[in-house]
């Protein structure tokens, strides 16, 4: 069993920038790859970007350039800062981990961006 924890969100201006932080507890050493996904109002869950064990970085092409992954403190806890946000990019924010083939997830934060 993984546990997942986010934090970091909250209300930004648009062209601002935020760091959210997600903090995995259990079994942390089977985890393969951590990410974060994000859901907007009315709209399906779409992935943001994620990172493997061996630190490999993918991300949606709408955020490419302005997001940054990482994982630090023995790869159980995952960041993702956020520069030059726009107001689509409003959503609640979720930190993914996959671990022995199972899909964990946390609660979610908020990130609100106004125009």
């Known amino acids: 069993q993984v546990q997942l924890v986010e934090s970091g969100g909250g209300l930004v201006q648009a062209g601002g920038s935020l760091e959210l932080s997600c903090v995995a507890s259990?079994?942390?050493?089977?985890?393969?790859?951590m990410g974060w996904y994000r859901q907007a109002p009315g709209k399906q869950r779409e992935l943001v970007a994620t990172?493997?064990?061996?630190?490999?970085?993918n991300y949606a092409d709408s955020v490419k350039g302005r997001f940054t992954i990482s994982r630090r403190n023995l790869l159980n806890t995952v960041y993702l800062q956020m520069n030059s946000l726009q107001p689509e990019d409003t959503a609640v924010y979720s930190c993914?981990?996959?671990?022995?083939?199972?899909?964990?997830w946390g609660k979610g934060t908020l990130v609100t961006v106004s125009s």
């Open positions: 259990g079994s942390i050493f089977r985890i393969n790859v």
């Open positions: 993914n981990a996959e671990a022995g083939g199972t899909n964990y």
């Open positions: 990172i493997t064990r061996g630190f490999i970085t």
